[in-house]
């Protein structure tokens, strides 16, 4: 998976999404299945004469990378278009191909527009029966159909996000002196009950909140191991809330525990409002839930007084 502006994306969500964009787009839009094997074609608008032909990484390459792979990629499905040349006319009928669009997320160099010349020369000395004399191969990239796929994404219910969430993370625990204290201060103060200070309450409490601030994170790292996508999503999440959190605790006037409450229903429920992460089991998004806490304890964002 990559992140983009619309969201994680691999090679099979890409073009899916590219498919639905041109079937809505375009009446004479027919798709290419890939089977018995890819012509090099992905699908053809036949009144226009466009084909095209989607690409899309599925993991973060740096720059020079993703050039390479993109280039390939040109280069190997333009040669399928001689290759099959029979096959395509069979499938064209009297449509002549005018452009051929080459549709990725992002475009990783300028140079791979002097390499799709290259390669539109290389197809027009080819002479093939449904190549038109002014044939081209364009390069267009997400910003050229955002506005269709966001449209797509409203009238299918999905949520929008607009921020990106790469390179969110939570810090991992470390019990410094001062958290320390820092717990040992607030869980006293929520060991007064009634107006009686419980000795024995307060150890339990630092006991609990130690616990799960040190021990809680081992289910993030494991989310992050296994899916960093999902990781970084429920990371942007909590970074944003943890504003919420402090000022909700500066003006709270209502017992400690009850403002501990509120902020783990409302943490929890901000997970099930999230349709990726509402997809994790509830007894882990409590302890995900009960981590945070501790953490902000320790830390100090949540306030008790």
């Known amino acids: 998976m990559i992140q983009t502006d619309i969201g994680p994306l691999d090679g099979n969500s890409w073009e899916s999404l590219i498919q639905l964009v041109f079937k809505k787009k375009y009446d004479t839009y027919q798709e290419m299945i890939a089977s018995p094997g890819d ?6 608008v036949l009144l226009d004469g466009i084909a095209i032909q989607c690409y899309c990484p599925n993991e973060d390459y740096d720059t020079k990378t993703l050039y390479q792979k993109q280039r390939d990629k040109i280069t190997k499905d333009i040669g399928k278009l ?6 395509l006319v069979k499938h064209l009928g009297d449509c002549i191909i005018r452009q051929w ?6 475009i990783a160099k300028h140079e791979v527009h002097a390499h799709a010349r290259i390669q539109e020369k290389n197809v027009k000395e080819k002479k093939l029966e449904f190549i038109s004399d002014d044939f081209q191969i364009l390069i267009k990239d997400l910003n050229f159909y955002i506005h269709d796929i966001r449209q797509l994404q409203m009238i299918g219910g999905e949520q929008l996000c607009f921020s990106n969430s790469t390179g969110e993370k939570i810090t991992e625990p470390e019990l ?17 009950i009634n107006e ?3 000795p024995k309450n307060h150890d339990k409490l630092n006991e609990l909140t130690k616990k799960n601030y040190l021990d809680g994170y081992e289910i993030l790292r494991r989310i992050f191991n296994q899916s960093q996508e999902l990781y970084e999503r429920i990371a942007k999440l909590v970074n944003n809330f943890e504003s919420e959190v402090e000022e909700l605790s500066i ?10 409450t509120k902020v783990e ?15 994790i ?3 882990d998004l409590v302890s995900i839930t009960k981590h945070m806490v501790a953490k902000w304890i320790a830390e100090c964002p949540m306030r008790i007084e």
């Open 176 to 192: 410094t002196t001062e958290y320390d204290d820092n717990i040992c201060e607030k869980n006293k103060i929520r060991s007064v």
């Open 101 to 106: 669009i080459f549709i990725t997320p992002r």
């Open 196 to 198: 009686i200070y419980k």
């Open 82 to 87: 001689s290759i099959n040349e029979k096959e």
């Open 281 to 283: 089991e509830h007894e």
């Open 265 to 279: 229903e409302k943490l929890i429920a901000r997970f099930n409002n999230c349709c990726h992460i509402s997809k």
């Open 39 to 44: 012509l090099g074609i992905e699908g053809v």
């Open 251 to 260: 003006t709270w006037e209502d017992s400690p525990q009850k403002l501990i």
